[in-house]
């Protein structure tokens, strides 16, 4: 036995140096790795005064020079808190409201709103009743820190993002308003294009805070009949 594995190892030696002497060794390879991971996210409401109070409402508590005639955003003292665990590829998390559902005849969102010279309707709360005549357009905005400031109009709405409503007219082109989670990391502002900023995240906390534009605001009792926050996996 010794023997013929000898000979072989001979034999073995005698063909790969042949090769070498005769001509080049070219060789191509390709590499791959399925780390697919799992998913898990696990959202509340909490108090923004310690991020820990649970909370039932988004509600604010400021709104000081409300009735002034220009842009005056406050930010909600309640937030959404995610708990998210291995993001895995193929995973997004979506948040909307649905004020224009014609079910709903307390609060509806129907009247355009012209930001920037352009009309978009962008959603928001609307006082009862009022079928969107008097309304706040409402923001986010999506970060991995606390104490986060929302207001939309700066630039590249890198402080925040405006809220989108499920009826809004193209809605389902403009998934990179309400896709706020995705592989890629969590949406932190909007580019020229548009599409969605990401900033990489894969497992930690995230904050959802909001923010509302009391720009000529009318005395009353405003909301939005719900917001959605629900994720999807491959």
């Known amino acids: 036995m010794k023997k013929i594995l000898s000979l072989f190892l001979v034999l073995g030696c005698v063909v790969l140096f042949s090769q070498i002497a005769s001509a080049a060794i070219k060789g191509t390879y390709t590499a791959q790795v399925d780390v697919s991971g799992s998913f898990s996210f696990v959202p509340s409401l909490v108090q923004t005064s310690n991020y820990t109070t649970a909370a039932g409402t988004i509600t604010w508590s400021s709104f000081g020079n409300a009735y002034a005639s220009v842009d005056n955003w406050q930010t909600a003292n309640v937030a959404v808190k995610i708990a998210v665990t291995n993001q895995k590829a193929g995973t997004t998390v979506q948040l909307y409201q649905n004020n224009q559902d014609a079910s709903n005849g307390v609060y ?62 193209g809605f389902a082109s403009e998934s990179y308003y309400y896709t706020i989670l995705s592989d890629q990391g969590f949406l932190s502002y909007i580019t020229a294009t548009p599409s969605g900023g990401f900033t990489p995240f894969s497992s930690g906390t995230l904050y959802i805070h909001f923010g509302a534009n009391f720009r000529d605001a009318v005395a009353g009792v405003y909301g939005t009949k719900s917001i959605t926050l629900e994720s999807f996996n491959e």
Do not use: E
């Open 108 to 169: 509806q969102s129907t009247i355009p709103l012209t930001i920037s010279s352009t009309t978009i309707s962008h959603a928001g709360l609307v006082r009862a009743s009022s079928y969107g005549l008097q309304r706040f357009t409402l923001g986010i905005k999506v970060s991995s820190t606390t104490n986060v400031t929302v207001n939309p109009s700066l630039a590249n709405q890198a402080g925040g993002l405006y809220i989108k409503d499920k009826g809004d007219t």
